[in-house]
Every structure is written in structure tokens, then in C-alpha cells.
């Protein structure tokens, strides 16, 4: 594209190679979009828990990956102490 345009027809043959490209880059972001909207779950799974999942067991997998979080685990640890606490109390105010 850096050649000089000296008249109507070099001019014109630039537009025409310029429109094509056009076309060409939309068709290439369109099916690029088409693929992202694809595989976009299975893309944002593998960057959340990475790796490859085992197909079997998904939701068994996601737990596993949840509990190796040792803050997700002290929470889970607080929640269990706090409700044992108050069906405790529950259970002593009934008598």
C-alpha cells in the first residue's frame, strides 16, 4: 500500500484490494467470534481451575479444587462451628 497513486485507475484498484481486505478480516473476525462463543465455557473452566478435567466426574473435580483452597476451608470450618452452635442453643432452649 505505500506505492503512490498517480491516477483515477491506480486509485480505484486500491479501493478494490482495500474492500476485499475488509471483507476478509470481517469474515476471519466472524468466525473467530463463532468459535469464542463456542468455546467459551470450556475456556473459562480450564483458566478457573486449569488443566484437564476429568469428563466422569465434574462437579466431584470442582469440589476437590474448592476445598484444596485452605481460606475456603477455614470458612467452611467457621460456617460448620457457627451453625453447631446455634442448633446447640436450639436444642438447650427447648428443654
Not at 6 to 28: C, F, P, V
Not at 52 to 64: C, E, G, L, P, Q
Amino acid at each position: 500500500m505505500n506505492r503512490p497513486i498517480r491516477n483515477i485507475h491506480q486509485l480505484d484498484r486500491a479501493i478494490r484490494e482495500l474492500r476485499d481486505k475488509q471483507k476478509s478480516l470481517e469474515q476471519s473476525l466472524d468466525t473467530n467470534f463463532q468459535n469464542l462463543k463456542g468455546n467459551y465455557f470450556n475456556m473459562t473452566l480450564n483458566s478457573i481451575f486449569g488443566g484437564k478435567r476429568s469428563t466422569t466426574n465434574f462437579w466431584a473435580d470442582i469440589v476437590s479444587r474448592f476445598m484444596e483452597s485452605e481460606k475456603l476451608q477455614q470458612g467452611v470450618s467457621n460456617l460448620v462451628s457457627k451453625l453447631a452452635d446455634k442448633i446447640g442453643d436450639v436444642l438447650h432452649d427447648k428443654k
